[in-house]
């Protein structure tokens, strides 16, 4: 059974930079078959889709966070990476990781989450 | 760039069917994949549907989703209602621009 757990600080300070890391286990990043996505959900709101990766490194921006957004992928430790620079009280978000299966473009495993809060 | 639109919230009694929209403002809502995820209070998102009408194992065959050109729209289905569906439902899917699109998201209230 694949599971996916964020990791990261639960709390940043505004203009600095949030980082959280996706832990994958039951399966391998390294599969050519999926992307590995982070996905945020700001208190009471919708799903707002940040990037995925490829285990290759190529990655996919969602166009409104692209100048801030860094995802990376450690396939030695199976696991991949958010950073997001310059951060607002607008930022503060549930963080999820997802698998994403390529060519259908769906979520099959998510992370449980993780609650970033940007405050001072 | 394109938007999904869905309804803020739904309502039906347990039993019943309910019919949840997802409207695409651009582009043919036929050119790419829907998929729908619930997503129950404090829980993260599943998948109920990919591929426009794909049920992922373990999603009982009263979900079903559909895609309709003429409105330019996919349906999420839901019969035979029960309390454990009310959740959000969020549509999504993507174009060349835009890897990922979701929906804003529908509250289903079963009552």
């Known amino acids: 059974q694949v599971q996916l757990q964020e990791s990261g600080p639960g709390l940043v300070k505004p203009s600095q930079t949030l980082s959280l890391t996706c832990t994958v286990s039951g399966g391998s990043i390294s599969s050519g078959d999926y992307y590995w996505s982070w996905i945020r959900q700001p208190p009471g709101k919708g799903l707002e889709w940040i990037g995925y990766i490829y285990y290759s490194g190529s990655t996919y921006y969602n166009p409104s966070l692209k100048s801030r957004v860094t995802i990376s992928v450690d396939t030695s430790k199976n696991q991949f990476s958010l950073k997001l620079s310059s951060v607002t009280a607008a930022d503060t978000a549930v963080y999820y990781c997802?698998?994403?299966?390529?060519?259908?473009?769906?979520?099959?495993?998510w992370g449980q989450g993780t609650l970033v809060t940007v405050s001072s | 760039n394109f938007m999904l639109t869905q309804p803020h919230s739904v309502s039906e009694s347990p039993g019943k069917t309910v019919t949840i929209s997802c409207t695409r403002s651009s582009g043919s809502i036929a050119s790419n994949y829907v998929q729908w995820y619930q997503q129950r209070p404090g829980s993260s998102p599943t998948t109920v549907i990919y591929e426009d009408n794909q049920r992922p194992s373990g999603v009982p065959d009263r979900f079903s989703g559909s895609i309709d050109s003429s409105s330019n729209s996919a349906s999420l289905t839901i019969s035979g209602l029960k309390t454990e569906d009310e959740a959000d439902y969020y549509c999504q899917s993507y174009d060349s621009s835009n890897p990922w699109v979701f929906g804003g998201g529908t509250k289903l209230t079963v009552l």
């Open positions: 997802a698998r994403v299966v390529v060519g259908v473009q769906y979520c099959d495993y």
